[in-house]
């Protein structure tokens, strides 16, 4: 006999860390009850409004967005839109009438919760990094549960409400087991031969790009292999450069569809350390180089790369100092098999493989008392 089906009402988003752990619960809550309606919420403009009914479900769109880090007079409309996305989230809940509510971060997650808690709708938040957002934070104090990825996270919310969950990520990126011929196949590299892997992220990293792009040289002259998700704004220059150089074995492309073949196919990562991308390498169980964006709220990359160098289980770079210290660091421990052998292990010890599945019992809990 199936669990009752719940109405869920999902917020949160603004970009691909938000939005796929969020529709990752869904699709979790969903083998539980396939009945399981949801309705989920996000920012007028922001790509969750193209994401989620991509992915099979409905979505309204709140007028909101966040404060300007510089002065701008934008910052003078937030209140403003605040207010206005309230209101709007207390008719979308009136008419959909959910069980629950879950907010998964980013900028329409704030009013929706606030809503919804105003409201007695049963509430849970999930927080992806290792240093809490100021929506959370605010929000914390009125939700009856918290998911979390890391330790030690009762300096910012109530130690009662939290429960380890880890971040749910998208699985099929992560299977790699016994793929390492097919994805050498895949690129089009020798899968006997040293391979690093380069993501920025989808829109790439001008930092590491600008790295790699200095080095070249030396991949070329260890004869190491390089697959480069340079993003779409460096993505020609440097196709250009590997070509000047008769670089063979270096591959570049603005965006990876196949990031499983990616991650099976490389023996050291370089990455940014958003939430997501750090859940997903813990699954991968591969050496990792993190260099943390400076460009992100409360520095939370950091954060997130720090809870991985304080257990061995990855190597951190500033950002600032990329330029000098990302490709020696690179080069050594790539001739370190060592090294990369305990990175590995320390790395998948945190991984947590049923994160999705973890936060949909939680919800399952939650609103027990009115099943």
């Avoid at 006999?1 to 938000?18: D, E, Y």
């Avoid at 979505?59 to 605040?82: A, D, M, T, W, Y």
């Avoid at 938040?125 to 996270?153: D, H, P, W």
């Avoid at 943390?292 to 100092?321: C, F, R, W, Y």
Wanted: proline content about 4%.
């Amino acid at each position: 006999m199936l669990p009752p089906k719940l109405r869920v009402i999902i917020s949160g988003g603004g970009t691909g860390g938000h939005i796929f752990p969020a529709i990752a619960i869904a699709n979790a809550l969903k083998k539980i009850n396939p009945a399981t309606e949801f309705l989920f919420v996000g920012a007028t403009g922001r790509m969750e409004m193209e994401k989620v009914p991509a992915a099979g479900y409905k979505i309204e769109g709140l007028n909101i967005s966040g404060i300007q880090r510089k002065l701008s007079l934008k910052n003078l409309l937030v209140p403003f839109k605040v207010l206005q996305s309230i209101m709007k989230s207390r008719a979308i809940i009136r008419a959909f009438s959910p069980d629950v509510a879950i907010g998964v971060g980013g900028y329409a997650s704030g009013p929706l919760l606030y809503a919804a808690t105003a409201m007695q709708i049963p509430s849970l938040i999930q927080e992806q990094n290792s240093f809490a957002g100021i929506t959370n934070k605010i929000l914390a104090k009125r939700v009856q549960k918290i998911c979390v990825a890391y330790e030690g996270m009762e300096k910012f919310f109530p130690g009662n409400k939290i429960i380890i969950t880890g971040n749910p990520v998208r699985e099929e990126t992560t299977r790699i087991d016994g793929k390492r011929e097919e994805a050498a196949n895949f690129f089009g590299v020798d899968p006997n031969k040293k391979t690093v892997l380069v993501i920025g992220g989808s829109l790439g990293a001008r930092t590491i790009n600008e790295s790699i792009a200095n080095s070249l040289t030396e991949f070329k002259k260890n004869d190491f292999q390089l697959i480069w998700q340079t993003g779409k704004a460096f993505g020609e220059k440097a196709g250009e450069l590997v070509v000047q150089l008769n670089c063979k074995g270096i591959l570049t492309f603005s965006f990876i569809q196949r990031m499983d073949y990616a991650y099976a196919a490389a023996d050291v990562i370089i990455s940014r350390a958003g939430a997501s991308s750090v859940s997903e390498l813990a699954l991968v169980a591969k050496p990792v180089i993190l260099v943390p964006s400076p460009n992100v709220a409360e520095d939370h990359q950091t954060q997130n790369a720090m809870a991985l160098v304080n257990k061995g289980a990855a190597i951190l770079i500033k950002d600032s100092q990329a330029q000098q210290a990302l490709i020696p660091a690179v080069i050594e421990l790539l001739k370190n098999e060592t090294l990369q052998h305990s990175l590995s292990v320390k790395i998948k010890a945190l991984a947590i493989n049923d994160s999705a599945e973890r936060i949909a019992a939680e919800v399952y809990k939650l609103v027990k008392h009115k099943i």
